[in-house]
């Protein structure tokens, strides 16, 4: 466990134990001391706890008639699909009229669900091939990682729920690499993400040691085991409300390895394949492993491993199932509905469902207690799609909501109505500026949108 500074304990505390380094969310024992003050970034202003931002992508666009609020402002009426939205709709904006303009053909044919994947996080235009002669751009993500990704032990995290290919031609031509990955490091280079939660755990508490992995694992403990010693110790420097937070905390972890553990006996794993640290723990059911991956995500942002993540709930084009649902359909397929209603039915299951998935994440992030806030209020968190109505596979008016304050630069709890054909872009300016990046240009940007501000 690293030493207590002359504030108290360092930001950077970690409990260590065999194949274990286990990070530690803010305490009130941490202090508010100028190094992490400094570490947070201008654009936190006086908060001592860091800025963080991440982009949810959610393939095949949305039925949007059900999807869009008909009145803009604080008093808008949530729709069918938003509806879950709405114990948490004062923690989140729902932002229409934006435009991703390099997801359309502009001369190129078809291939929609290739470039709304390879276009969302980048304004660039996809390039078409056959093979693996890619050419984006970098994705804001990668962006701001190389300006301020040194600040954390990870520069950022990259995680998604369906695997996908890099090489070959997945959409009229397009490699497959723009249909399988949201982070670009730069033109062709994609950023690999992780979607066993089992490696994402691994990644975040884990040591390199694999062999210690593995006998962890194989004796069936918790990492908590490994490091009760340190945790102890711990306690008798910490206050009440520092202990319940500790203890709330290690909850959660447990609770994540519990379900870990479900899904590995579920798949009966037992060794790792070749080349992976640790046995596999995906759920069988889609639900379970995106609510997996965004409590993970939680995880990382509490014990600021990282600060920057992109989480691809599904591939460009995506054309799984969701059972969970009644919903046994592909989801590519049903998006093709041509005004079929029945199929328009399915479409609307499984948009909410991921509105439902999504609003338990914003929920669980406006309770973990963070300063004078939440984790929530010191994030940015778009989640949306790079098209809006799949049976249209058109790319403007698309389906965003913003979650958090961004710590005190935006105010949610609104529907804020952009005028039509503003680039999407000029949003990712807009946090690229908060999070205290230097930018001049992102994509197609035109500008900042000051609509968002407090």
Known sequence: MTHANRNG?????????????????????????K???????????????????????????????????????????LTETLAPME??????????????????????GPGDHARSSATFLTGRQARKTAGND????????????????????????EIGCETGKRAGSCDSGYSCAYSSHLSWKDEDTPMPKMIDPSSVFE????????????????????????????SRRLETKLGVNDRNKLDEFQSAVREIERRIEHARTETGANEPPAGTPVPAGIPRLVGEHIDLMYDMLLLAFQTDQTRIATFMTGLGGSNRT??????TDGHHNLSHHRGDEAMVDKIKKIDRFYIERFARFVDKASKIKEGEGSLLDNCMIMHGSGISDGNRHNHEDLPIIMAGRGAGAFEPG?????????????????????????????????GMLGQLSA
């Open 134 to 157: 890619i050419q984006i751009g970098v994705s804001i993500d990668q962006f701001a990682a190389g300006q301020i990704g040194d600040r954390t032990r990870l520069p950022s995290i």
């Open 203 to 230: 990644t975040l508490f884990g040591t390199q040691d694999r062999q210690a992995a593995l006998e962890r694992i194989s004796r069936r403990r918790s990492i908590l085991d490994f490091v009760a010693g340190e």
């Open 87 to 108: 114990s948490v709709r004062k923690h989140v904006n729902i932002l229409t009229g934006l435009t991703l303009d390099k997801a359309r053909a502009n001369g190129d």
């Open 9 to 33: 304990l360092s930001r950077r505390t970690v409990l260590r134990g065999m194949g274990v380094a286990m990070a530690l969310p803010m305490m009130e024992a941490m202090g508010q001391s």
């Open 414 to 446: 609104r529907h804020v109505a952009f005028k039509k054909e503003t680039p999407l872009c000029n949003l990712y300016m807009t946090m690229l500026e908060r999070m205290g990046c230097d930018v001049e240009s992102f994509g197609d940007a035109t």
């Open 322 to 327: 969701f059972h969970e649902i009644g919903v």
């Open 35 to 77: 190094a992490l003050a400094s570490a947070a970034g201008a654009a936190s202003g006086s908060s001592a706890a860091p800025l963080r931002m991440a982009f949810v992508f959610t393939p095949n666009g949305v039925h949007y008639p059900s999807w869009a609020p008909a009145t803009a402002g604080t008093d808008y009426a």
